[in-house]
């Protein structure tokens, strides 16, 4: 099952944070520069630092800030949360044969946001599964994607049902 919440949400989350607490606009790019420097799901060993400009909503200004790992760990619990949840209710919802496999096999991550510090450490602590990140986590979802638009032809014939009630461009 493929989960919509992901690296977005998480730079959504750190730009409402800095709007929130310093009133200050930042962009898509510069939220997910925070998020790859110092952001995690943990504390870290050593709590990081890092200076962040942007616009002051107030003033219109440049301004610059100093935020700290811990909290850009608080700005991203709740999209971590809310994937931690859609996993728990899609192994409640897994069929016994397959709930074996995972117990042997695991789950594989992917997308950018997978590279989160700790994320894999998070998942498998809550499910008590092994969890795996793809070897290419940023480029594997496009890839299978597009590896489904080539092979579609094959899934109807076998599964016409599944390709009728999908949907392209929706979300969920």
Do not use: W
Not at 93 to 118: F, Q
Request: a negative charge; hydrophobic letters at 40%.
């Amino acid at each position: 099952k493929s989960i919509d919440i992901a690296g977005d949400e998480m730079d959504e989350a750190i730009m409402q944070h800095f709007r929130r607490k310093y009133n200050l606009l930042i962009g898509e790019t510069t939220a997910e520069d925070v998020k790859i420097q110092i952001g995690s799901v943990f504390p870290l060993k050593e709590e990081k630092t890092m200076e962040v400009k942007g616009r002051d909503q107030a003033t219109g200004l440049p301004k610059t800030v100093l935020i700290t790992s811990e909290e850009v760990r608080q700005a991203l619990m709740e999209p971590v949360q809310l994937i931690l949840d859609v996993i728990k209710n899609t192994l409640e919802e897994t069929p016994a044969e397959l709930a074996a496999d995972l117990v042997d096999r695991g789950m594989v991550l992917a997308g950018g946001g997978t590279l989160l510090r700790g994320l894999p450490d998070l998942i498998r602590q809550e499910t008590e599964l092994p969890v795996h990140r793809s070897a290419d986590p940023l480029s594997c979802v496009a890839l299978g994607a597009g590896k489904f638009l080539e092979e579609l032809d094959q899934i109807k014939l076998r599964r016409p049902d599944f390709v009728t009630s999908y949907r392209f461009g929706t979300s969920r």
